[in-house]
């Protein structure tokens, strides 16, 4: 027999009729990586005694459209005029360069990256990462490092390489697309190879997907060979699409459809297909009359498809999806992502909420059990997997603990509700994947982190710098970031 923990806690979020419970002064019981029980009064042998004490124990968070990377927000969600455009690939950039980063300093972007996910109780993740610092995109290697460091740490994981056959760029005036189908082609295949090699590894916790980029940075051909390769492979496919309006004129230019249509006529939407942001459908605000009418979130619904929701950087990029419910009256999924550092996803449900809110004009909207779902059960169901997302005998023994005494949270209504509205992720003090303690006292405790800060920093810095040198006017940090405030 395997060690048996119990964990008690002023309220454990169990599971019961296909859906959450709350059991105040409740229990969970583990041994090793699987729960045996959530309730009371557990009666069976118990070697580790951990008394949370008024805190919150929760099911981990499932991010799938989490960010393995710094985040770029910080530096490019406010340029304009050509300054933005200075952040696209140079003509000359495009035509001559490099990697910006060693395969030492692109390790630690990701064991950085992954140990601040998990930090913020997200036990599940399917990554992204940016493309601007590579030589074209992801490739093997990059997602087998990856795999590495997920591996070290403790996290689950859906993981495979980008790829693409369009690359933007600038000529100094416009956004453009520089397209090479056969560099896709080859990202398409090292991305297969490694959802044979990868799938179910790591003891269960990495398994594989295909993922490749934005839309409009396909050709039709390798969208179709995704689709007919992840039916193969029986893997999840995630595409962003419908998530700007350049991307938006592409498609209908290249195609006569609006994206989400398209998708629908080349067979690409089923279950499994994962729609992050999916905001640039007729009758948003911001949706203009030219590009037609029709119902895109309907198209989705019959297909099954799950459409990803991340607040964080929509917000950041002056975008948004305007009603969360109305996604959902429709039949669609919606599932919560960070893809944002930090990956803060209690951030993301208040941020929802209030994004809602506001663009809707109706109080009760996104309600705070909704969109705890959409970051537990909801992402669970979309792949397939009983055993995520819930705190019931049988399931993944993965959970955090999130403290209740803080003095910024003030007294607790309702778990769910204090949880979204008054809570943080810097709240969480305890993380177990699997079974496995990954934090502890707010502490990650399966790997060495004690640099990571000053890496962090120091890696920024250089990508930040990186710009100078892809800029088509060859601008120094400062003047293509300059500061928010004069330096003295």
């Given at each position: ?281 007729p009758g948003h605000r911001h949706m203009p009359e030219r590009y037609g009418q029709g119902d895109d979130v309907r198209i989705l619904a019959e297909h099954g498809a799950t459409v ?181």
């Amino acid at each position: 027999m395997g060690q048996t923990t119990r964990v008690r806690a002023a309220f454990v979020i169990g599971y019961e009729n296909g859906d959450h419970c709350i059991w105040p002064r409740g229990e969970l019981v583990h041994e090793d990586g699987l729960i045996v029980f959530v309730g009371r009064g557990y009666a069976g042998r118990v070697d580790v005694e951990i008394d949370a004490g008024n805190a919150i124990v929760s099911p981990g968070f499932i991010d799938l459209n989490a960010l393995a990377d710094v985040d770029h927000a910080i530096f490019d969600s406010w340029p304009t005029g050509d300054r933005r455009t200075g952040l696209a690939w140079s003509e000359e950039y495009l035509a001559d360069h490099g990697p910006v980063f060693t395969e030492e300093e692109e390790l630690f972007r990701r064991q950085f990256a992954v140990s601040q996910l998990v930090r913020n109780g997200i036990t599940t993740i399917m990554p992204i990462a940016a493309e601007t610092y590579k030589p074209w995109c992801e490739d093997y290697a990059d997602m087998a490092q990856l795999a590495s460091a997920v591996t070290d740490l403790g996290l689950r994981a859906y993981l495979g390489p980008s790829y693409r056959t369009h690359v933007p760029y600038t000529d100094g005036t416009a956004s453009l697309l520089h397209e090479d189908e056969d560099r896709g082609l080859d990202g398409l295949a090292q991305a297969i190879r490694f959802c044979r090699d990868y799938e179910d590894t790591a003891g269960g916790l990495v398994r594989t997907a295909l993922l490749p980029a934005r839309i409009e940075t396909q050709t039709e051909l390798t969208l179709k060979m995704t689709r007919e390769a992840a039916d193969e492979l029986g893997v999840p496919v995630r595409l962003h699409a419908a998530q700007g309006l350049f991307e938006v004129g592409e498609i209908v230019a290249r195609t006569g459809l609006r994206p989400i249509p398209y998708l629908e006529s080349i067979g690409f939407l089923k279950e499994k297909t994962f729609i992050p942001h999916a905001w640039t459908v007729p009758g948003h605000r911001h949706m203009p009359e030219r590009y037609g009418q029709g119902d895109d979130v309907r198209i989705l619904a019959e297909h099954g498809a799950t459409v990803i929701f991340c607040p964080i950087p929509t917000a950041h990029y002056g975008v948004c999806m305007e009603d969360f419910d109305a996604y959902r009256a429709k039949g669609v999924r919606v599932v919560l992502g960070t893809d944002s550092a930090p990956p803060n996803m209690i951030r993301a449900m208040d941020l929802a909420m209030g994004m809602t809110k506001a663009s809707t004009g109706d109080r009760t909207s996104a309600r705070a059990e909704d969109l705890y779902r959409a970051a537990t059960l909801d992402p669970a169901n979309a792949l397939g997997r009983d055993d995520l997302g819930r705190l019931a005998a049988g399931a993944q023994a993965d959970y955090f603990v999130l403290d209740l005494d803080g003095t910024h949270i003030g007294p607790h209504g309702d778990p769910i509700r204090t949880l979204v509205m008054n809570c943080d992720g810097r709240d969480i003090t305890r993380v177990v994947v699997a079974g496995r303690t990954v934090v502890e006292d707010k502490r990650i405790v399966t790997v060495d982190t004690g640099s990571y800060a000053e890496r962090a920093q120091r890696f920024l810095e250089k990508y930040m710098a990186s710009f100078s040198v892809s800029d088509f006017k060859k601008r120094p940090t400062q003047e293509l970031f300059p500061s928010s405030f004069p330096l003295r």
